[in-house]
């Protein structure tokens, strides 16, 4: 009987681990674990001591049409060990090439070509990582014109030729038959039953006359009424809520747990009365013959930098620059995924510089578009796309409007930097014993301060104010330093800011100069702003 389970958030981890039962396994997301701080990579690794987890990733991009990462794999079999899973699931879908990274799951064109490639990768990643692959089928909004299989059978041929699983997601299986135009229960019957080791239930929403996959409300009616006949054809090991938005509303996860557990007790009810009915899949088709990986790599390339260019795919002629293979009835969908692909690194990009994306939404939405044409994604993380908008104001200062944007992308980047190195760390050892009265005692700035000069009130913006403008003032002193926990900030004295900016190495200070200077020093150290330790000059 299959285990009901839900994918681990950091996020909601507490209430996740307040909730076991009803939570009867987990679904970590590998990506997670080896981008994680110290703490996480901890709690990741205590999971298998509550109950069953299952390995989930999402950044290999199976299908690209290069040999897989074998860095990343040799990653993904270190967590494997550690957590100890019988398989390990991906999707089968492409999300970026060298140079270009969406973190979109975008579809692959269901050739010989293509499956040749694809199983070559898949016996890779099972050689690297030493466990069964299990594939996961994707949400997608386009296909190919030279696709020549169903999209079951392909993934069924997929499994026959490499002895991978399936992890078969109702939800976009519920998603795909809507907007293509097929019956799902034609795809659960042409899947080998042996094969589906897990099963997928998330909700979605409409838009733009399409089902599309969000992830951030309850699963749909239409999508748990796909579980009983996947049921009754096959045999997972477990049943996977998703929910990786809108975590306010995560109590609704647990309402979808008991559904599932419902459906999932009544066909274990009516097993024994339907098994052995599961028909046999249909023939399938003969495809072309085998292609160069170049071919389908230039295919990729052209999609991933089309969807990277709004001017491109939100033009009003979806025919103009549009990359090849894709089908001609489906070009006016690429502008709806190339939406998705930048409001989804948008979404990234605000969790590290939340101030500076509020003010470029309400005065500078010009320069988003620039950004997303100028600098595409060259990684799926956080802090690196933070980093290329952060450069790219910068370097586009001349013309910003409004002008304070720059400094505050300087400010906001320093803050979380320094946020991020607080976290990384253990934590911190500064080399501070109070001097005593009478001592003499060096000093010098703190290593890893950061310091910015500003005219503008840039406390203001940080604090939720939403001013189109900022008048120039008197120039201000910003200075930033990782804490114990997080960045520490200080709006400095125009004294104490001209002090820091000369003690770029150890100073001597005298015991005769001492005693007037030891609160500011004990102030200034306390903050984590200076560097103190017992005199060393002769």
Known sequence: MPLIGVGYRSEVGPFIRESMPPIEALEITVDHCIRSIPEHRRDFRQLPELCPVFLHGVGLS?????????????????????????????????????????????????????????????????DGVGLPVVLENISYYFDYHDSEVFEADFLAEVCNRTGAGILLDLENLRINSSNHGYDAGAFLAALPPRAVRAIHLAGGCESHDLAIDTHDRQVSPATFALLPEALRRHQPDAIIIERDQAFEGFMEVLVDVEQ???????????????????????????????????????????????????????????????PGGVRGDHLDRLALVG???????????????????????????????EFAAVEPPRSPGRRENARQLHDFIVASAGRVEPDYLVDLVRLEHMIASATFSSREREQRRYPFAPPAAGESFDLRSASDLKILKTPFDLKRVLDGADSATLDRGPDQTVAVVPGADSARVFWLDPGVAALLLTLDDWTTIHAAQAEPIQELVLSLAAGHLIEVRPCVSA
């Open 62 to 126: 199976l299908g690209t049409a290069q040999r897989p990462d074998s860095g990343y794999l040799s990653d993904v079999r270190q967590w494997a060990q550690w957590l100890g899973v019988p398989w390990y699931s991906e999707h089968l879908a492409f999300t970026k090439v060298p140079g270009l990274d969406h973190a979109q799951l975008l579809p692959l064109p269901r050739t010989e070509q293509t499956l040749r490639i694809l199983c070559d990768n898949i016996d890779i990643v099972q």
């Open 339 to 369: 939406s998705l692909v930048l409001a989804k690194r948008w979404e990234k990009i605000k969790s590290i510089l939340p101030a500076t994306c509020r003010c470029l939404d309400a005065h500078a939405a010009h320069l988003i578009r």
């Open 260 to 322: 599932a557990r419902r459906i999932r007790d009544e066909a274990a009810a009516d097993l024994p009365r339907s098994a052995g009915t599961s028909e046999v899949p249909p023939p399938r088709p003969t495809v072309s013959a085998s292609a160069r990986r170049r071919t389908l790599f230039d295919r990729q390339r052209s999609i991933l930098e089309h969807l990277s260019n709004p001017a491109g795919y939100a033009s009003a002629e979806p025919l103009r620059g549009a």
